[in-house]
């Protein structure tokens, strides 16, 4: 069972990128072997046309980013920081150790320009370098006050 959104992006799919379903009765007279409504258009085309109508772009890219990681910042890098998240428009990066972390944020502003010519559609606007820690019980950006885990050990 379809939905009515699904069934129109298919409808436009097949309206721009041919087939006999497309035609409209009586638009072509005769038989035009190599018409417009006849040569089907490019599988590229018509992925980028459906990845823009459903809104998966921007995830498509934001994944683009992770696999090409080691491409963008290099492999020295790659081997000591990696993307761990990405929300509200900022990047999140885990580093090993805090040195590293400490040289990502010196390079922070050509990375965040990298990132954004190379992957407009991610929409990275910021970049939050994480070093390495002791675990938190901090969940989230917002917390509230307190003693918090061990108000309930006794």
Same mark, same amino acid.
């Given at each position: 069972? &379809?939905?009515?959104?699904?069934?129109? =992006?298919?409808?436009?799919?097949?309206?721009?990128?041919?087939?006999?379903?497309?035609?409209?009765?009586?638009?072509?007279?005769?038989?035009?072997?190599?018409?417009?409504?006849?040569?089907?258009?490019?599988?590229?085309?018509?992925?980028?046309?459906?990845?823009?109508?459903?809104? !998966?772009?921007?995830?498509?890219?934001?994944?683009?980013?992770?696999?090409? !990681?080691?491409?963008?910042?290099?492999?020295? =890098?790659?081997?000591?920081?990696?993307?761990?998240?990405?929300?509200?428009?900022?990047?999140?990066?885990?580093?090993?150790?805090?040195? !590293?972390? &400490?040289?990502?944020?010196?390079?922070?502003?050509?990375?965040?320009?990298?990132?954004?010519?190379?992957?407009?559609?991610?929409? =990275?606007?910021?970049?939050?370098?994480?070093?390495?820690?002791?675990?938190? !019980?901090?969940?989230?950006?917002?917390?509230?006050?307190?003693?918090?885990?061990?108000?309930?050990?006794?």
């Amino acid at each position: 069972m &379809t939905t009515p959104e699904a069934r129109n =992006v298919y409808q436009r799919l097949r309206t721009k990128f041919g087939g006999y379903r497309a035609r409209e009765k009586g638009a072509i007279s005769g038989s035009e072997p190599f018409g417009d409504l006849r040569d089907p258009g490019s599988m590229a085309d018509a992925f980028d046309e459906l990845t823009q109508s459903m809104g !998966w772009a921007p995830s498509l890219a934001r994944a683009d980013l992770n696999e090409h !990681w080691a491409d963008i910042v290099g492999d020295d =890098v790659a081997a000591h920081a990696s993307p761990i998240g990405f929300h509200e428009g900022s990047l999140e990066i885990q580093c090993d150790s805090s040195a !590293w972390a &400490t040289q990502l944020k010196l390079m922070k502003k050509n990375l965040l320009q990298a990132l954004q010519e190379r992957f407009p559609q991610a929409g =990275v606007s910021d970049i939050v370098v994480k070093a390495p820690g002791a675990p938190s !019980w901090k969940h989230g950006s917002r917390s509230v006050p307190g003693r918090g885990p061990r108000d309930t050990y006794g």
